[in-house]
T-cell receptor, first 119, second 111 residues
Framework: GAVVSQHPSWVICKSGTSVKIECRSLDFQATTMFWYRQFPKQSLMLMATSNEGSKATYEQGVEKDKFLINHASLTLSTLTVTSAHPEDSSFYIC???????????????FGEGSRLTVL | GNSVTQMEGPVTLSEEAFLTINCTYTATGYPSLFWYVQYPGEGLQLLLKATKADDKGSNKGFEATYRKETTSFHLEKGSVQVSDSAVYFCALNTNAGKSTFGDGTTLTVKP
């Protein structure tokens, strides 16, 4: 199946610094990518929908100035956690949707996840 | 809005036991239904899916049937293995493109 890759898979940073996480679709073009946050032993919380060439659509309660999303190309979306604090420590997962055909929306593939620890 | 309700975990079974994880949904329109599996420290992998009523998705011995009349998509496996230990998520997707996930059910299979 299609491959979605995230980088880095884990990162430790100091409080107050910014961290960038990349999400790439390796073998297909994705006009839409999604960013999720997952707390320990909990489900995925959709943070935002990343649209290539336009602004991201954020879910209610997600600070857009805190979590900057850029979808600069059809194969790359980035999530930047700005001025990170310990409460931002979490597992961040991206997904990308393959192009749909015949009225179908395409299939969703997930990255491996990126674990952020803010000290 | 759309929602997915999964059987609460954790679920602990012995190897070769029968597995059922219940999933019911609420959605407008005609959603596609999915089961994803997440192994420790990893992202989600698609396990199986069904795109219309009465479809049965199957993979690696797991099965789930799209039941429109009961709005359910229960996951079953006849004989679990230790390697099936993971977190399982039921999800739905509508034509709008966004996916809605259940809370996940942790399965532990003991030898």
């Amino acid at each position: 199946g299609a491959v979605v890759s995230q980088h880095p898979s884990w990162v430790i940073c100091k409080s107050g610094t910014s961290v960038k996480i990349e999400c790439r679709s390796l073998d297909f073009q994705a006009t839409t990518m999604f960013w999720y946050r997952q707390f320990p032993k909990q489900s995925l919380m959709l943070m935002a929908t990343s649209n290539e060439g336009s602004k991201a659509t954020y879910e209610q309660g997600v600070e857009k100035d805190k979590f900057l999303i850029n979808h600069a190309s059809l194969t790359l979306s980035t999530l930047t956690v700005t001025s990170a604090h310990p409460e931002d420590s979490s597992f961040y997962i991206c997904s990308a949707r393959t192009p749909g055909t015949g009225g179908n929306t395409g299939e969703l593939f997930f990255g491996e996840g990126s674990r952020l620890t803010v000290l | 809005g759309n929602s997915v309700t999964q059987m609460e975990g954790p679920v602990t079974l012995s190897e070769e036991a029968f597995l059922t994880i219940n999933c019911t949904y609420t959605a407008t329109g005609y959603p596609s239904l999915f089961w994803y599996v997440q192994y420790p420290g990893e992202g989600l992998q698609l396990l199986l899916k069904a795109t219309k009523a009465d479809d049965k998705g199957s993979n690696k011995g797991f099965e789930a049937t799209y039941r429109k009349e009961t709005t359910s998509f229960h996951l079953e496996k006849g004989s679990v293995q230790v390697s099936d230990s993971a977190v399982y998520f039921c999800a739905l997707n509508t034509n709008a493109g966004k996916s809605t996930f259940g809370d996940g059910t942790t399965l532990t299979v003991k030898p």
